[in-house]
Each structure stands twice: as structure tokens, then as C-alpha cells.
Nanobody
Framework: QVQLVESGGGLVQAGGSLRLSCAAS????????MAWFRQAPEKEREFVAA?????YYADSVKGRFTISRDNTKNMVYLQMNSLKPEDTAVYYC??????????????????WGQGTQVTVSS
């Protein structure tokens, strides 16, 4: 079992930056792939980034967002730079056992946080 708690969301102007954090419980944190997904109003949840040993990104955030993890602290981070209004969404942290072929699939992640709101104003 893994419990996840996100923090760091907020309101920022376009072009600004935010850093999301995800605190995970459990002694086997290092064995899980970790990911960030987001969901905007009236839209489906979409993949943002994932990390096992290295990061993997959705095309829409590549070059702007950086995912990282600290296995000694059971933490995952999402550094978001050059934010755009279309990045506005609730951001969710997720944990699961994945492969390179399905790490962007929400159904491969059984553990989810409660989400943190990110709002980017134009």
C-alpha cells in the first residue's frame, strides 16, 4: 500500500514557475514508478510525466517540466517552468508498476493522491 499527498499548487501568471511535491508513505517506495497526471475541467485525465530511473514526458510539457524523485525521502517532484494557461488543471501524483510501454496509462497506477490545483492566468 502506498499513500500519496500532493502539495505546491497555486495561482501563477503565464510564464511563471511552480514546483509540485508528492510525499509517499510505504517502505517500498523505490520499487514503484511514479507519475504526474492532470485533469482540467470537463476534460479527461491526461499523462504529464513519469519516472522510474529517468523521466518521461508528454509532448505538451517536454522542455518545460522536469520530474524528479528522492528515494531517501519518499518524495517526487514536478518542476513546472514557462507555464501556460492551458496547464491549468488539478495535478495528481500516482504510483504503480509499469513498463516503458504503459507508463503513460492511468490504469497502470493503482495509487493516487488527492490532487492539487494549478491555475495559470494569462
Amino acid at each position: 500500500q502506498v499513500q500519496l499527498v500532493e502539495s505546491g499548487g497555486g495561482l501563477v501568471q503565464a510564464g511563471g514557475s511552480l514546483r509540485l511535491s508528492c510525499a509517499a508513505s510505504g517502505r517500498t517506495f523505490g520499487s514503484y514508478a511514479m507519475a504526474w497526471f492532470r485533469q482540467a475541467p470537463e476534460k479527461e485525465r491526461e499523462f504529464v510525466a513519469a519516472i522510474s530511473r529517468s523521466g518521461y514526458y508528454a509532448d505538451s510539457v517536454k522542455g518545460r517540466f522536469t520530474i524528479s524523485r528522492d528515494n531517501t525521502k519518499n518524495m517526487v517532484y514536478l518542476q513546472m517552468n514557462s507555464l501556460k494557461p492551458e496547464d491549468t488543471a488539478v495535478y495528481y501524483c500516482a504510483a504503480g508498476q509499469t513498463t516503458a510501454w504503459n507508463r503513460d496509462k492511468a490504469f497502470k497506477y493503482p495509487y493516487w493522491g488527492q490532487g492539487t490545483q494549478v491555475t495559470v492566468s494569462s
